[in-house]
C-alpha cells in the first residue's frame, strides 16, 4: 500500500488531505516545509519511502518551494533516478504563473493543485500518478 505525506501549517487544510488521501494509502502528516524535509531524509533511510508528498507553497519556517528544491537535491545526492523520484505535488491557493513555473521548472515538482482540494481533485490526481484507490 502506497504511504502519502501531506505537508500543511493550516489543519483544516490538513486533515481534509488526510481524509480524502486514505482510501489510497497510508497518510503521514506534517506542518511545515522543516518537517517535511526530516520526514523524508527519515522514510529515505528506511524500506517504507513515499509515493507522493502533497505539499503546500505558504508555510511558516521554510515553505513548499524551499522544501521541494532541499528534498530533489538530496536525492540528487543519493543518485535517484529522475524516473524514481517521489511524486510531489504542490497544493496552494496561489494559480499564478510564477509559481506555477517556480514549481515545476525551478523546484522539479510533479504536479500542482488550487486549493480549494476536493475529492474529485484527489481522485483525478492519483489517476494521473497511477495511484488506484482502494474499493470499500
Known amino acids: 500500500m502506497p504511504k502519502f505525506l501531506v505537508v500543511e501549517d493550516d489543519f483544516g487544510s490538513r ?3 488526510q481524509k480524502l488521501l ?6 503521514d502528516v506534517v506542518v511545515d516545509g522543516e518537517e517535511a ?8 533511510d528506511d524500506d517504507i519511502k513515499y509515493a507522493a508528498i502533497f505539499l503546500d507553497i505558504m508555510m511558516p519556517r521554510m515553505d513548499g518551494h524551499e522544501a521541494l528544491k532541499r528534498i530533489r537535491a538530496m536525492e540528487k545526492e ?6 524514481s523520484e517521489v511524486k ?7 494559480e499564478d504563473p510564477r509559481n506555477v513555473v517556480d514549481a515545476y521548472f525551478s523546484g522539479g515538482a510533479t504536479s500542482y493543485l488550487v486549493k480549494p482540494v476536493d475529492r474529485l481533485k484527489v481522485r483525478s490526481e492519483m489517476q ?3 495511484f488506484l484507490p482502494v474499493i470499500g
Open 88 to 94: 510531489i505535488i504542490m497544493t496552494t491557493v496561489l
Open 78 to 83: 543519493l543518485g535517484v533516478n529522475p524516473a
Open 22 to 27: 486514505k482510501d489510497y494509502g497510508d497518510v
Open 128 to 130: 494521473k500518478l497511477g
Open 37 to 44: 524535509v526530516q520526514a523524508f531524509s527519515m522514510t529515505r
Open 15 to 17: 486533515r481534509m488531505m
